[in-house]
Structures are given as C-alpha cells and as structure tokens.
C-alpha cells in the first residue's frame, strides 16, 4: 500500500486502454504521495508497437521539469548507446517504473531519492497497461528498481544482466541504468557493458 494510504495507480486507469488516454489519466494520478511535490508525472513516450520498451528507475530532476522521460544527462547516455547497438531510436518507447520524482531537499538543490518498494509497487498497473499497449518484442530493463517491478525482487541485475529472461511470451533484457556510467569511476568500461547489454536486446529482437 502505498504511504498516504491510496491503493496505488489501479483505480486511476482509464476505460480506453491506449496510450494517449493512459497518459491523460496518469497525469491525474494520486496513487501514491510522490505526486505532491513532483513537478508533473513524467509517462512514457515513443510510438504504439514500438519493438523495445526500455523501463529506467523514475524521472531525473530534468524529467521532471520537462515532463519526458530520459532528457537529461542519463537519456543522452542512452542514446548514445542505443545508436551504437543498432537500436533505432524510433523503435523504442521509453519509459519507467515510477511515474514521478522522488527527491529529497538539500538547501535549493533536489536530491534523488530511490523509490520505495510500496511506490514501485503503486505504479506498476502503469507499466503494465503500457507493456499491454506497446507489445513490444523486447523488454530492457534499466537498473534494480525496474528489476524489481518487471521482473520480481529476487532477479538481481548485477547477477543476470545480459541475458534474455522470459516475460509473459516476450523477452526481457536486463542491464544497469545508464545514470550509473555517469556515477563509475572507470566510465569507459562501464559504459562497455551498458553497450554489450544492449547489443544483447538488438540481437534478441533479430532473432539471433
């Protein structure tokens, strides 16, 4: 259950399952307490039968102001990536596991804060009506809070990343978020196996 007592996102789903109508009706969504300081709810974006459907954490502070997902610092590292594994960029919808910004204060400056497992859990009928939506034939998995929503609290990303795991007659793809190239202190090879990762998830949709 989520902090303020809500029963999470379920109740806010509209009639019309597609993507216009879901991101109308998440705009509204008081699911849990996160939507009383976020800026906006930041939902996926990218085209109706898209091939990938890559699932990060929750909006950055640049999501958040902008309303999209993945146009900060972190989605320019995707790009990059996703442009080197072959992945087009209008084959893939884009989107995360929590809908609005969890921060903490310090001084002027908005700290991430990582989702709870009562938040990831509230947002998830989003994820799910949009994987309903897409159906995409590759599901990436960017880092341990989407992990957790997509595939279960006992996948580990550090364990089984790389490897393409079944998800309801598709195949997911897990690697780490890309924000945490930014983070490591050998960017490069960290970078090198975000890449390797994604390179996985291209073949995986071929059919290789």
């Known amino acids: ?14 009639d019309r ?3 216009d109508a879901l991101r109308d009706a998440a705009a509204g969504c008081r699911g849990c307490d996160l ?5 906006a709810t930041v939902f996926g974006e990218g085209p109706p039968g898209a091939r990938f459907l890559l699932v990060g954490e929750q909006p950055g502070d640049q999501e958040d102001r902008q309303g999209a997902p993945f146009v900060g610092p972190a989605g320019r590292v995707l790009d990059r990536a996703l442009a080197e594994a072959g992945i087009k960029r209008d084959e893939v919808y884009v989107t995360n596991a929590v809908k609005h910004f969890s921060f903490t204060l310090r001084g002027k400056r908005r700290i991430h ?12 009928p989003w994820l799910t009506a949009e994987l309903a939506v897409v ?29 393409p795991v079944p998800l309801g007659g ?11 190239v930014l983070r490591a ?18 073949r995986t949709a071929d059919g290789s």
Do not use: W
Request: hydrophobic share 45%; glycine share 6%.
């Open 17 to 19: 399952l597609d993507l």
């Open 135 to 163: 159906e995409p034939e590759v599901v990436v998995v960017l880092g341990a809070t989407a992990a957790r929503s997509v595939l279960g609290p006992a996948f580990r990303v550090t364990k089984e990343r790389g490897v």
């Open 113 to 124: 804060q990582k989702p709870t497992a009562a938040e990831i859990d509230a947002c998830r």
């Open 185 to 202: 202190p050998d960017r490069d090879a960290t970078y090198a196996g975000f890449l390797a990762d994604l390179q996985v998830a291209a």
């Open 170 to 180: 598709r195949l997911a793809v897990a690697t780490i978020h890309p924000s945490a």
């Open 35 to 39: 939507y009383r300081n976020a800026t």
């Open 1 to 14: 259950m989520a902090k303020d007592g809500n029963k999470g996102a379920a109740s806010f789903l509209p």
